[in-house]
């Protein structure tokens, strides 16, 4: 920080007040400032009639907590959330309670959030953050997803790419509880005859499905989505035939509830309008697609 004029090193860490203020101009304030040893968080908490005291200069006084109070701050509060037995959910909630000034911090502030083992020796995350004013003034969440590490400890830290000493870390540690919380395991369908499309009463809904016979899982599952409104959770692979098991469900709406509405949801656009002409075509011109 030849521009400010301070040292940011292991030897000599200066002010980090230096940063914002203009030399020689504010030589005399720096100076007080560290001659009364006053921390940055000490400037900012001090009540301002003992500041002017101890400085023995109201306008100082007043310029000090002013400055200190529109320096850059970042605090973070850190959980996480098991997602499966080898990968979590870091949550990372940022607060930055100091006063935005554009002079000081521009239109935006840039950040790096860094995610690492709690050894030192592998980083799962660095990325780079832009907070503007309103995400200063209501806070900013974050979720990452992490493979579990070895040790189950995690550094997490977010710091200031302008600004030195702007940052905050903290350790996440997995309890033993949560390790144990997912156990691997496999369910296979029983053996069942497939169920022949006949199976649907209704000619019309018959005629929706282009085979004779549907495959096992959708055997499995085809009492509860036709017959009952019970809600489903399926978890098959692709080309499982997992499309037709949702038209069953429709079906079973239509004949029971034909007032009310099913949505579906799909994370592509493409997926949707696909699945819209292939509905529409089934069903008819009762289908809109929202984006």
Not at 136 to 152: M, Q
Not at 170 to 182: E, G, M, V
Not at 222 to 248: M, V
């Amino acid at each position: 920080m030849v521009g400010n004029r301070m040292w940011w090193c292991r030897q000599r860490i200066d002010h980090p007040l230096r940063q914002l203020m203009t030399f020689p101009k504010d030589d005399q304030l720096i100076y007080k400032i560290q001659f009364l040893g006053l921390e940055l968080d000490d400037l900012r908490s001090a009540d301002l009639g003992e500041l002017k005291s101890m400085f023995r200069n109201e306008q100082m006084a007043i310029n000090a907590q002013d400055i200190a109070r529109k320096f850059p701050i970042v605090e973070i509060d850190t959980r996480y959330q098991p997602i499966s037995d080898q990968i979590i959910n870091i949550i990372i909630e940022a607060s930055f309670p100091f006063k935005w000034d554009p002079h000081v911090t521009h239109d935006t502030l840039s950040f790096w959030i860094f995610i690492e083992d709690g050894n030192g020796e592998k980083m799962y995350l660095a990325q780079e953050v832009q907070i503007d004013r309103h995400l200063a003034n209501d806070g900013f969440k974050f979720e990452y997803l992490v493979p579990v590490c070895e040790s189950h400890k995690y550094l997490v830290t977010m710091t200031s790419s302008r600004f030195l000493g702007v940052g905050d870390s903290q350790s996440i540690y997995i309890k033993n509880s949560d390790r144990a919380t997912f156990d691997s395991f496999e369910s296979n369908p029983p053996n069942l005859r497939p169920l022949p499309v006949t199976s649907i009463e209704n000619i019309e809904h018959r005629k929706l499905f282009g085979f004779e016979f549907f495959n096992p899982v959708q055997s499995q599952v085809f009492f509860q989505t036709y017959r009952t409104d019970e809600s489903l959770l399926i978890c098959a692979p692709t080309a499982a035939g997992k499309t037709s098991i949702a038209e069953l469900a429709i079906c079973r709406l239509f004949s029971t509830h034909p007032e009310q509405k099913a949505v579906y949801l799909a994370p592509l656009k493409a997926i949707v309008t696909e699945r819209v002409q292939d509905w529409r075509m089934k069903f008819g011109d009762k289908l809109i697609e929202l984006t």
